[in-house]
């Protein structure tokens, strides 16, 4: 059972935004980075977004995130029909000693 | 471009062992520090093991602790991961990833290997 929780799915037409929630504790996100990854099914994961909101070279601007206290959120503007995959938030957590993973969000574009 | 391959991935019957091997092409792995982390058919991802650039600090789930082994191999551009007492629920696509340079923990997962198959069945 994840400690870092995310809503199982999001939807939204083509062009339009989506907005990925990925809720933790003081342990985790409330006192880490969080990064975000996107994984295409039959894939390995790619990462998205690094130390809360960094984009790595060659990642799209309609990419970004935030983070507030015990809670991140990724954004995805100007929705495209390839970026229907599965996005992974991630980040340390102190007490657990332990990297933790969300539960997973799977984006499907209407 | 930096290049991980993850082998040694199979069908296993629990119980038994499995040594998993990622090779990095494209650039050193001297200065990171790498990770293992897995996915169950249809789950999420589950990090299990951490690993510095000089081999002194290692971390590892609950999970897998007392059964698995991280190790690395700077000379030979390599990371393995021993794998021993498998259990039905080991059974993954089991990726290595690289850390950012210089961590002491486990920050952010780039790039990630196109992952291995183990299943632990009889």
């Known amino acids: 059972q994840s400690v870092l929780t995310q809503p199982p799915s999001v939807s939204a037409a083509p062009g339009q935004k989506v907005i990925i929630s990925c809720s933790g504790s003081s342990s985790n996100i409330g006192n880490n980075y969080v990064s975000w990854y996107q994984q295409f099914p039959g894939t390995a994961p790619k990462l998205l977004i690094y130390?809360?909101?960094k984009r790595p070279s060659g990642i799209p601007d309609r990419f970004s995130a935030s983070k507030s206290g015990t809670s991140a959120t990724l954004g995805i503007t100007g929705l495209q029909t390839g970026d229907e995959a599965d996005y992974h938030c991630g980040t340390w957590d102190s007490s657990l000693s332990a990297y933790v993973f969300g539960t997973g969000t799977k984006v499907t574009v209407l | 471009e930096v290049q991980l391959v993850e082998s040694g991935g199979g069908l296993v019957q629990p119980g038994g062992s499995l040594r998993l091997s990622c090779a990095a092409s494209g650039l050193p792995l001297d200065y990171y520090s790498m990770n293992w982390v897995r996915q169950a058919p249809g789950k999420g991802l589950e990090w299990f093991s951490y690993?510095?650039?000089?081999?002194?600090?290692?971390y590892y789930a609950d999970s897998v602790k007392g059964r698995f082994t991280i190790s690395r191999d700077n000379a030979k551009n390599s990371l393995y991961l021993q794998m021993n007492s498998l259990r039905d629920d080991d059974t993954a696509v089991y990726y290595c990833?690289?850390?950012?340079?210089?961590?002491?923990?486990?920050?952010?997962?780039?790039?990630w290997g196109q992952g291995t198959l183990v299943t632990v069945s009889s």
């Open positions: 990833a690289r850390d950012r340079p210089g961590s002491q923990y486990p920050k952010w997962f780039d790039p």
């Open positions: 130390e809360n909101n």
């Open positions: 690993v510095s650039s000089s081999g002194s600090t290692i």
